[in-house]
């Protein structure tokens, strides 16, 4: 009997990467991404689009005598409407031109004016000098080629799936200034599995690209409860940032309606006053000192002590106690320092919270986790439920 040849083909994630990154030449991977993370989520709306497209067109059961070019039919079915000179073929049939970045940003520009909820979010990128038209036109044939092969109905997973791996990558490439957006995956699924999240509201008030809201879509997925029982709620202070986070969610399938970008940020200009969440999952940047904190000395949010204007640590971790649902959770990343640290009242926060009976565990990390920065780091977890189970707030 002949024995299988082992095969080392890498995935096609992996691949697509390499292959991606050599297109780059001269560009930034800080400009890059925006390019590439674009054409994939442009494939992925046409692609929904075309689906029910030819569902419209072929008008079987409920779906007879409907029209394929009315926007409500689209809207109905949570799915973005594309118009013609943005649907990906059309595009694909433009690749060789010396134009094509005109074509990319027309694109661009016409689904953000048939579809709200994505204006002021897609890139229009393409047409710039510095990005050759040629390079441009054989990464469309790369992303056109994705999840071909599949069944149309597994597509936008594996879509959703390299945009992710993607957004590692470009933030890999980054370094320092990557770490602003992305939280390392093992990270973010430690206190997604830890904090379970089933059924609730899940709010992360520095969101960045959106990683807690993914993993914990996935997590509800994969033990086989219903997405729709979780909503998310979220905040990000760069609108770069925020955009990123708006695509990654709407390839995903997961409504961002109410993740929110104001350049105040959320100590100043805190978007969801009134929320009440069950899961608080977050990252918060580390030791920030210019966070407004001599504006807000008599907050309502501060129950526990006054932080310190020189260090935001223990103004998020109140910020985060401030949201919780009463019977809610939260899993959240701070400087280790937060452990010790007896400056300014810190001690004394940090007593408070403890004889409240808030602090449920602290996880320590290893250390040079995370891109940008080299500080250590822990994770807290605060709850009153010590019982083991998940609790969802009234």
Request: charged share 25%; proline share 5%; net charge negative.
């Amino acid at each position: 009997m002949a024995k299988q040849k082992p095969t080392n083909e890498e995935p096609l994630e992996k691949q697509l990467w390499k292959t991606a990154d050599k297109l780059r030449k001269n560009i930034d991977a800080a400009e890059y991404k925006h390019i590439v993370l674009g054409l994939i989520f442009l494939k992925y709306i046409s692609n929904a689009f075309e689906e029910l497209y030819a569902r419209l067109k072929a008008g079987e059961g409920d779906l007879a005598g409907a029209d394929p070019e009315d926007k409500d039919e689209y809207k109905a079915e949570n799915v973005f409407f594309v118009p013609t000179p943005a649907r990906w073929p059309y595009l694909q049939s433009k690749a060789k031109q010396p134009e094509v970045g005109k074509f990319v940003d027309e694109a661009m520009d016409a689904i953000e004016k048939e579809n709200n909820e994505l204006k002021g979010v897609l890139p229009k990128v393409f047409a710039r000098q510095n990005l050759d038209p040629t390079s441009l036109g054989e990464l469309i044939d790369l992303v056109g080629n994705i999840a071909l092969g599949d069944a149309k109905a597994r597509s936008a997973d594996v879509l959703g799936h390299v945009f992710e791996y993607f957004l590692g990558e470009f933030a890999l490439a980054e370094g320092k200034k990557g770490g602003q957006f992305y939280t390392p995956r093992s990270v973010v699924e430690l206190l997604v599995e830890m904090l379970e999240p089933c059924k609730g509201r899940v709010f992360d008030p520095c969101c960045g690209s959106g990683g807690m809201f993914v993993h914990s879509e996935k997590f509800v997925t994969e033990h086989q409860g219903r997405v729709n029982d979780i909503s998310i709620y979220g905040q990000e202070s760069n609108q770069t940032t925020w955009r990123l986070c708006r695509k990654n969610l709407a390839i995903r399938g997961i409504d961002s309606s109410q993740v929110k970008w104001n350049n105040e940020g959320s100590f100043l200009n805190d978007a969801h006053k009134d929320l009440k969440a069950d899961y608080i999952i977050a990252n918060p940047p580390f030791n920030v000192s210019d966070w407004g904190g001599d504006l807000l000395r008599t907050d309502g949010r501060w129950q526990y002590g006054t932080p310190p204007t020189g260090n935001a640590n223990f103004a998020w971790m109140q910020h985060f106690i401030y949201h919780r649902a009463p019977s809610g959770q939260a899993g959240v990343v701070l400087a280790k320092g937060a452990l010790t640290s007896k400056s300014s009242g810190e001690g004394d926060i940090r007593k408070a919270l403890v004889e409240a009976g808030l602090i449920d565990c602290v996880v320590n990390l290893p250390a040079k986790l995370f891109l940008n920065t080299q500080i250590p780091a822990s994770l807290w977890f605060l709850s009153r439920d010590r019982t083991g189970a998940p609790s969802v707030g009234s």
